[in-house]
T-cell receptor, first 112, second 119 residues
């Protein structure tokens, strides 16, 4: 069974900082890994999907890396803004499955 | 194009009543997932539909929970004899399982959820 851990659980930073959010998983035989953000009282918004054959994906100020062998993914947020405040979740399926296990998330607050 | 939609957005019911929650996936998406998120908790997988294959029901917490999907279209999650512990946000997601490269591309897109409150 896949286990997903996200560190840190919470983060509060001033605007403009570059951030690193970590996701680790136990079963490395995965097809892909997906990062989401969730705003309070809302559904999940997809940020980045990394296929197992890829090492990183970029979208604007976001960059996600994947190291399958060590069971880790990292989400980099450059030049953080107050609008980035949300909970960030990573989702990783078990080996041979398309059903993801979600981490508990990193709650991010970026203050002006 | 339209995203995943869910209805109702909020549902308040009395303990013991049955409820039906609806999910309309993105057109053309063959895979559909239901999840539950209790207050302050992570997402729990409930059930997964993929095309015409038998659904993966391994996440359903009890036989009071069931779900159906009409072809590759709308899905309904039914909770019978609701209990207070069923109070949660129920989220639906869909994805395109079309093949690209070595593995199917499986980016999930979520609906806004249905907030269920059982009194």
């Amino acid at each position: 069974k896949q286990e997903v851990t996200q560190i840190p659980a919470a983060l509060s930073v001033p605007e403009g900082e570059n951030l690193v959010l970590n996701c680790s998983f136990t079963d490395s035989a995965i097809y892909n890994l997906q990062w989401f953000r969730q705003d309070p009282g809302k559904g999940l918004t997809s940020l980045l999907l990394i296929q197992s054959s890829q090492r990183e994906q970029t979208s604007g100020r976001l960059n996600a890396s994947l190291d399958k062998s060590s069971g880790r993914s990292t989400l980099y947020i450059a030049a953080s803004q107050p609008g980035d405040s949300a909970t960030y979740l990573c989702a990783v399926p078990s080996g041979g499955s398309y059903i993801p296990t979600f981490g508990r998330g990193t709650s991010l607050i970026v203050h002006p | 194009g339209a995203g995943v939609s869910q209805s109702p957005s909020n549902k308040v019911t009395e303990k013991g009543k049955d409820v039906e929650l609806r999910c309309d996936p993105i057109s053309g998406h063959t895979a559909l997932y239901w999840y539950r998120q209790r207050l302050g908790q992570g997402l729990e997988f409930l059930i997964y539909f993929q095309g015409n294959s038998a659904p993966d029901k391994s996440g359903l917490p009890s036989d009071r929970f069931s779900a159906e999907r009409t072809g590759e279209s709308v899905s309904t999650l039914t909770i019978q004899r609701t209990q207070q512990e069923d109070s949660a946000v129920y989220l639906c997601a869909s994805s395109d399982m079309g093949g690209r490269g070595d593995h199917p591309y499986n980016e999930q897109f979520f609906g806004p959820g249905t907030r269920l409150t059982v009194l």
